[in-house]
């Protein structure tokens, strides 16, 4: 687009103007501005003839604006030809040649007067001034206005560049919002700030409307739900929008962390506060939710089939859904008034539910989330929640559907709206206010919480798996997203979600809490699933369960004690063999078991039933000090400061826990300091410790600057989950760089200027 604007400029005039000037006058200019394009412009426009484009431009112009029939009949003939669906070549033909035409600024002039309104033209005047006018009139106008906007839209679309254009140009955000106000052309404006958005870098201020939040508590439950396909990208960062899974490594990590907010960070922050500002507006996005629980078991469009068997019918519905009665079916979903019959506006408002689980996540993820939990919660998230589960379909059968991103692609509507509901749960549970997490389990499972509590321990390694008194209990949130876990596909996308559900659900939760978990069958499944991936069928679901697994144990002498009578002395081996073989997907719960054994020795001192060392294959399995040199060594090869990120910084950590564990023992640092010879003796028997040297002093350095040079969660983060002050692992970390010696002066340097002054 940038190239067709250069070289639309170097004729200096309108194109339109001079070609029909040409065909007019008869008197072709010495050079034609149409023999200046691009040739692969020529070539792409063709077919379409370049001097009744001209022609057709300059009718749309000279077309009388108070002749309101004529001008919608020529906007409805342009829209016909661009608005095609699906748009086909000739289609984007068209539209590019109308766009080399400036048929875009001469649509902007007939939709929005940039030099003033016209006095007497209805289509200009404010809607105090359109009241005055007739009924005819005033339709006229939004039918003109509504098809220049979905007209905008289509080229904005087709012609990459255009909603660049048209966000440059000053005021012209301001107006769309002004027809965004006005029901009869919401649905269009917003589509058209939808599309420009999204083709650019940046967002819009929603700060900045005049009485905005009058005009989000004045939508309808429809406009709303509609209106967070626009907030879907305002309140959320675009490059973490357009490319999630990209992951920043290294130096470019580190300088991200570092770097000041930047405005578009602000810009969201501000817009995440407004909604959160604006009275009931929170309560209002959830209570939408209710519709995505509509109908069970099946999609919105197979129910739309199934309730119309023919066009007829479904034409009739239409008719009578013209009423302005939204609310009300929002009201009959979300407090459950009977059996509800199939509503069109049910399922018109089921289609918008992936940006409006979407638009509550992102709150829940906010600056304020506390506060947003709090008023979810007392809103009826919970119940939400339960009624989502219920409906859903997790195991449905393969479906023909659309490739959205490419022929592996399993992406479709459905399977969006699952993500983005195991996000809001997984934002919900990281929250770490552990009298909300409660609220994830039925109440009749606190009770059996509480009765676990009371009760004395059993023998160890003689824990019942899965006891009767489970079995018949409602269920809350978080064991039916086990179920689901357990029975869903091994290399499903869900079950990641899910994992990480778990996992924060269990992060310096109630100790009772991993037990009924473990109880439930998800210590079996996941002791089945490990095992199983020795053959290399699931390996993508290692990882998963892993992790899921190293927070199910850690710190439970119970859950523990269940794992040992589980896995048989050759099952131990076997299972142990696939943890020290896939160290980089299983690091994590070795972490774990480690920090779980210094736990329970801590504990030992003052404890009346010191933990059983002696008769736990996991203590004796990590407390050899051999097999902790060999674990190391192979940690810090699968890592090095050019690969370092966010998803594989746990390897650096589990290697500093080794020596941060060491120096707790009662020799202390020399203790600490043995252990590195060890480490080094084996590593220069092989001569790999020059290597190893410089790996770990760089990765030290990289650390230094993650953790301890900035504030943030990371710190936070490091602590809750290892249960270990910052301050120790900091020490450690000083403590390794004294046994490795002075860094090359390469190293230092290059984090140095990372490092805030």
């Not at 600490?672 to 290597?691: G, I, M, N, P, T």
Request: aromatic content about 10%; hydrophobic content about 45%; overall charge negative.
């Amino acid at each position: 687009m940038d190239l067709l604007r250069a070289n639309l400029s170097r004729t200096r005039s309108n194109l339109a103007l001079t070609v029909a000037h040409a065909e007019m006058t008869g008197r072709r200019v010495f050079r034609s501005p149409i023999d200046d394009l691009p040739a692969g412009v020529m070539s792409r426009i063709g077919h379409v003839d370049t001097f009744s484009m001209p022609k057709f431009v300059m009718k749309l112009r000279r077309t009388d604006r108070t002749d309101l029939k004529k001008l919608k009949k020529t906007i409805a003939n342009l829209a016909q030809k661009i608005c095609e669906y699906p748009a086909t070549d000739a289609t984007k033909a068209f539209s590019e040649a109308f766009v080399l035409f400036h048929g875009v600024e001469t649509l902007l002039e007939v939709l929005w007067c940039k030099a003033g309104r016209p006095e007497g033209l209805p289509l200009y005047k404010t809607d105090d001034e359109m009241a005055h006018e007739t009924p005819a009139t005033r339709r006229a106008v939004h039918v003109i206005q509504g098809e220049i906007l979905a007209i905008l839209r289509e080229i904005s679309f087709m012609n990459p560049g255009i909603g660049g254009f048209l966000s440059s140009i000053p005021g012209f955000f301001d107006f769309l919002f002004t027809l965004v106000k006005r029901p009869e052309t919401f649905d269009n404006a917003v589509s058209l700030i939808e599309e420009i958005i999204a083709s650019g870098d940046d967002v819009y201020d929603l700060t900045i409307i005049p009485d905005v939040k009058e005009m989000l508590q004045r939508f309808s439950a429809k406009q709303l739900a509609f209106f967070c396909r626009l907030l879907a990208l305002i309140c959320y960062e675009p490059e973490r929008a357009r490319d999630p899974d990209r992951v920043i490594k290294s130096l470019e990590l580190l300088k991200s962390k570092s770097a000041p907010p930047s405005t578009v960070k602000q810009i969201v922050a501000r817009n995440c506060a407004l909604l959160m500002d604006t009275p009931g507006l929170l309560e209002r996005f959830l209570k939408l939710c209710y519709v995505g629980n509509y109908p069970g078991g099946t999609t919105w469009t197979e129910s739309l089939q199934g309730a119309f068997s023919n066009p007829a019918e479904l034409l009739e519905m239409l008719v009578g859904e013209d009423r302005d009665d939204w609310e009300d079916v929002v009201l009959e979903l979300a407090y459950d008034l009977g059996e509800t019959p199939v509503s069109l506006k049910m399922l018109t408002l089921a289609t918008y539910q992936v940006e409006v689980v979407f638009t509550l996540s992102t709150l829940l993820s906010g600056n304020r989330k506390l506060e947003a939990q709090r008023r979810l919660v007392d809103a009826g998230l919970i119940d939400v929640m339960c009624r989502f589960l219920d409906k859903v379909t997790w195991q449905a059968a393969d479906v023909d559907h659309e490739k959205l991103h490419g022929p592996r692609c399993e992406c479709n509507p459905e399977s969006a709206l699952k993500t983005q509901f195991l996000r809001l749960v997984l934002n919900y549970c990281e929250c770490q206010e552990a009298s909300y997490k409660r609220m994830l389990l039925s109440q009749e499972e606190l009770d059996y919480v509480a009765a676990l509590r009371a009760r004395s321990a059993a023998p160890f390694g003689k824990a019942q798996a899965e006891p009767d008194k489970l079995i018949g209990l409602r269920k809350g949130v978080m064991t039916k997203l086990v179920h689901v876990f357990i029975y869903e596909n091994p290399e499903s996308s869900f079950r990641y979600w899910i994992g990480s559900c778990m996992e924060a659900f269990l992060l310096n939760g109630d100790p009772e809490w991993q037990l009924l978990l473990a109880q439930s069958g998800l210590l079996s499944y996941l002791i089945r699933q490990i095992l199983h991936s020795a053959d290399g069928s699931a390996t993508t679901a290692l990882q998963t369960a892993c992790d899921s697994l190293a927070e199910l144990l850690k710190g439970s002498r119970e859950v523990f004690s269940m794992f040992n009578a589980m896995l048989p002395p050759s099952e131990f081996q076997r299972f142990m063999t696939i943890i020290l073989n896939n160290l980089v997907d299983s690091n994590v719960f070795y972490r774990a078991l480690m920090l779980s054994m210094a736990r329970f020795q801590a504990a030992a001192a003052t404890s009346a039933e010191p933990y059983p060392f002696a008769e736990c294959q996991v203590a004796k399995f990590v407390a050899s000090e051999e097999r902790s040199v060999s674990v190391l060594c192979s940690l810090q090869e699968s890592v090095t400061v050019a690969d370092i990120s966010q998803e594989n910084i746990c390897v650096l950590n589990s290697t500093i826990l080794f020596f941060l564990l060491a120096a707790r023992q009662s020799g202390g640092r020399k203790s600490a300091e043995d252990f590195y010879e060890l480490v080094r003796l084996r590593l220069e028997a092989s001569a790999k410790f020059d290597k190893f040297r410089t790996n770990l002093m760089s990765l030290l350095e990289f650390w230094k600057v993650y953790y301890r040079e900035r504030e943030g969660k990371e710190k936070q983060n490091l602590e809750r989950s290892s249960q270990i002050p910052f301050q120790e692992w900091d020490d450690t970390v000083r403590m390794i760089s004294g046994f490795l010696g002075p860094a090359d002066a390469s190293i230092v340097e290059a984090f140095d200027a990372l490092k805030f002054q």
